[in-house]
């Protein structure tokens, strides 16, 4: 069986790809080589026999039989049918008939010369091969005919001219020797070519190319059954017709129903590679190589609709890797229906023939693209654009999972980074320079080595925030903490602490001079002019340091002592060194602060509720929950003083998330009750810029069976102020849950109305200190009017806390001011005390009080 046709199949694939590439010197010169080699070896086989005296056949025929030799060598060229081996196939036609007469009748020079010329110009005029194609084939030919003469006049040293009662069992043994020999070696010679020019994995492949060796022996039989039928003249043409047409036949019906099966293999084969594909890129390139090898397509590419342009992948060539370009929808306006839902066939033309299917994953439009089919794959047609259709549809599946894994994963980390980063420098924030130096600890206590932790802080910053804005605010934090960054770079770590607060990780020798000279240089980095806009700034700091192991040997100490030595370098030259003398932390202060570290972590602390009501109707519309603490020694310690506590060292984060579940559940029991009411709860300033609030807010409210409106989060007006770029992502965020927002103690800090426009509150609470001595004082009724009249002026709820008297009651129901609260209506009452009240005041609403 012939397999010349394989190199055709293999090197028109790439004809169009080679005709517009970078072409290679070297494994052109070693197929010229290759080729130049094989048409030697078989022209000095040629030569031996000629020199050995071989005598010209004396056959019925004549030079009819010569003539007839080299018809059949020129036509079985034209019959080929092709079996596939990914996107290369072997090529399989009927020229075993002549070889198999040749080698029966004619002489050694006489087959190997009409093999090589007779099929070269079928070659030429049928398939059209040109060039360096042509050479090899031609080379390829001459060694077949070579081989086969070699092999079988090895085994047969007799006299030529062969007639029926000359083919004994020897001689058929011969010729079937000779016929697999020279299929052998086209194979592997074939191997070799396309291993050296196209792919180097194709060595892989010669096995199965081997294993249709037994075809061979198949049309073998048939040319032998068919010379012997030739030398019956009478049955001579019907037998050679009949044997030549069923064996055709046979051929093409047998492949027709591999290429069936071998469709479904491939399918299965794509999805199996699809599954073990990692991440969208590799799967991507998957999606490509695959499409190729079942369409036998010379490139494939994923198109991508992104906005107004096409975001195109393309794999072509053996790279492997595919190139991406983006263009637009002009050039590619062919492509539109498959972007849209529908596939399309391009006939072949001057861009050339190609598929396109359409890829359905995520949110995305896309399309796959198939173009360029190999020579020896036929045309696309509808049958391929169907197949097509189906790879597409496992190829979406796929891509839309990892897309959406994909997706995932960056949701994940942005999260993850938001977590542990301030929003407004990028820099570490807090809860991560924690994590550093908690691992920077460990590592030096295990080299020996030494840290130091700085705390710098800008003075004067809220000056030129409430001079300049907060948006030259903002960019002068940027502005110190990138420098900070850039100047540290390599030999420690910056974070953003809150405010204008920045702290710095060195590791040092140990010494406390070696660390406040590296205060000295951050201050000195910090405190050159800072260009913004059109403004020259020039920022002061004033900065702290703590030394592990000299003053701590834990994170939470160490920031602690470098936060007291920075705040006494406020009082000095700008920078100090921790001393014990200058913590205000006496002992009992630090033992009430352990006792509280307790109570928290044990959920001691317990939750009073404060009334807010209507002042036109009296009816109680919500409550305030204030934190309590009984301590078993001290007895009730004042808020005043365990809240600092708590905010110093850490605490107030699990105490604001112990008294929010307290609160909520207690509203729970009140709906429960028939009480519609909303519980307001106080936080600290740090908790916006932790990013995780959102969701333990919504978590709570899902374990507790509150609606989001139910719950008003109150935020002291300078904490808004200070950060609101910080802040200004979480508030957002509550806001989307559907949690009320409120700022406590309004018209105390420097309110930027038009930045209290933008941020997303519900709620205005005006500070007690103006709202006691409304009565007596009329520049704190003025105040309270206006704050009455800018709240309601930006469509927000106004709430007046400190009503002590009945005069003041009816000033704020007259004003219009919303909802009041104060020890006029009630103190703060235990939760058992403060259900009793409500059960008693909604059955005696009456509108005034006193």
């Given at each position: ?160 001219g062969i007639t029926i009662d000359g083919v004994g069992l020897r001689t058929l043994f011969a010729t079937y020797l000779a016929m697999v020999a020279a299929d052998v070696v086209a194979a592997v010679l074939l191997t070799a ?658």
């Open positions: 069986m012939e397999r010349a046709q394989l190199v055709r199949g293999r090197l028109d694939r790439r004809a169009v790809a080679l005709a517009q590439r970078w072409r290679r010197p070297r494994p052109q010169l070693l197929v010229g080589l290759l080729t130049v080699g094989m048409g030697a070896v078989s022209a000095a086989v040629a030569l031996s026999f000629a020199l050995g005296g071989v005598v010209v056949p004396a056959m019925p025929g004549g030079l009819w039989w010569a003539a007839g030799l080299v018809v059949l060598f020129f036509l079985t060229e034209g019959f080929t049918v092709h079996v596939r081996v990914r996107r290369g196939a072997h090529g399989i036609n009927v020229s075993e008939f002549p070889m198999v007469f040749g080698l029966l009748c004619f002489d050694p020079v006489t087959v190997i010369l009409v093999r090589a010329l007779a099929g070269g110009a079928g070659l030429v005029a049928i398939r059209g091969h040109r060039g360096a194609k042509l050479a090899f084939n031609v080379a390829l030919l001459a060694v077949q005919a070579s081989v086969g003469v070699l092999v079988f006049h090895a085994v047969t040293p007799h006299v030529l070519v396309i291993a050296v020019h196209d792919d180097p994995g194709e060595w892989r492949r010669l096995p199965a190319a081997l294993r249709s060796t037994w075809l061979v022996v198949l049309t073998t039989t048939g040319a032998l059954i068919s010379f012997l039928a030739a030398t019956e003249p009478r049955w001579a043409p019907a037998l050679v017709g009949i044997v030549a047409v069923v064996l055709l036949l046979a051929y093409r019906a047998y492949i027709a129903l591999g290429d069936g099966n071998a469709e479904v293999e491939q399918l299965y084969g794509f999805t199996r590679a699809l599954d073990g594909a990692g991440g969208i890129d590799d799967l991507v390139a998957v999606v490509l190589d695959r499409a190729r090898d079942v369409l036998r397509a010379g490139t494939a590419e994923l198109v991508v609709a992104h906005g107004d342009e096409l975001r195109h992948t393309l794999l072509a060539g053996q790279s492997g890797q595919p190139t991406v370009r983006l263009g637009g929808p002009g050039a590619d306006a062919w492509l539109t229906p498959a972007l849209l839902g529908d596939p399309v066939l391009r006939p072949a033309g001057p861009a050339g023939a190609a598929m396109a299917v359409p890829v359905v994953f995520g949110e995305h439009r896309a399309a796959l693209v198939v173009a360029d089919s190999l020579a020896d794959a036929g045309r696309f047609d509808e049958a391929k654009l169907r197949l097509f259709g189906a790879l597409a549809n496992h190829a979406g599946a796929a891509l839309g999972r990892a897309d959406l894994v994909d997706r995932l994963r960056r949701e994940a980390a942005a999260k993850q980074h938001l977590a542990l980063h301030d929003p407004l420098s990028g820099l570490p924030n807090r809860r991560h320079f924690q994590e550093l130096l908690d691992t920077g600890l460990a590592a030096a206590r295990a080299d020996g080595s030494a840290l130091a932790v700085l705390v710098l802080d800008l003075d004067r910053f809220k000056e030129i925030n409430d001079a300049l804005g907060h948006e030259t605010g903002d960019a002068l934090l940027r502005e110190v903490g990138e420098r900070l960054r850039a100047y540290l770079d390599g030999r420690g770590r910056v974070a953003r602490l809150g405010g204008d607060e920045f702290a710095a990780l060195l590791t040092t020798d140990g010494s406390p001079s070696a660390a406040l000279a590296a205060a000295a240089e951050l201050a000195e980095v910090v405190e050159r002019p800072i260009r913004i806009g059109p403004l020259v700034l020039a920022a002061r700091a004033s900065v702290g340091v703590a030394v592990a192991p000299l003053h701590g040997d834990d994170s939470e100490t160490l920031i602690r002592h470098a936060d007291v030595a920075m705040y006494a370098a406020k009082e000095s030259n700008g920078l100090r060194l921790y001393d014990s003398e200058l913590d205000r932390n006496s002992p009992q202060r630090l033992a009430l602060i352990a006792d509280l570290r307790a109570a928290v972590e044990r959920g001691e602390l317990t939750v009073a509720y404060q009334p807010k009501v209507d002042p036109r109707t009296g009816r109680v519309v919500g409550a305030e929950a204030l934190a309590r603490w009984n301590h078993p020694e001290h007895g009730s310690v004042a808020p005043d003083v365990f809240i600092p506590l708590a905010e110093h060292s850490g605490l107030v984060w699990p105490l604001t998330l112990h008294v929010l579940a307290l609160a909520l559940r207690s509203r729970a029991e009140w709906a429960r009750a028939g009480h519609d009411l909303q519980v307001a709860v106080n936080l600290s300033p740090n908790s916006l810029l932790d990013a995780a609030l959102p969701e333990l807010v919504a978590r709570l409210l899902e374990t507790t069976g509150n609606p989001p409106r139910a719950l008003t989060l109150e935020i002291t007006e300078s904490t808004i102020l200070t950060d609101p770029a910080g802040s200004l992502s979480t508030l957002e965020r509550l806001h989307a849950l559907g949690v009320e927002i409120s700022i406590d103690d309004f018209g105390t800090g420097y309110s930027s109305l038009g930045r209290l426009r933008e941020l997303p509150l519900h709620e205005v609470k005006i500070d007690k200190s103006f709202v006691q001595r409304v009565a007596l004082d009329h520049r704190d009724r003025a105040v309270v009017r206006s704050a009455v009249q800018l709240g309601h002026a930006l469509d927000l709820r106004v709430v007046a806390e400190g009503v002590e008297d009945a005069d003041t009651y009816a000033y704020l129901a007259a004003e219009g001011c919303d909802v009041v609260q104060g020890y006029l209506l009630s103190r703060p009452l235990p939760p058992e005390d403060f259900t009793a009240w409500l059960e008693i005041h909604s059955r005696n609403v009456t509108h005034t009080f006193g």
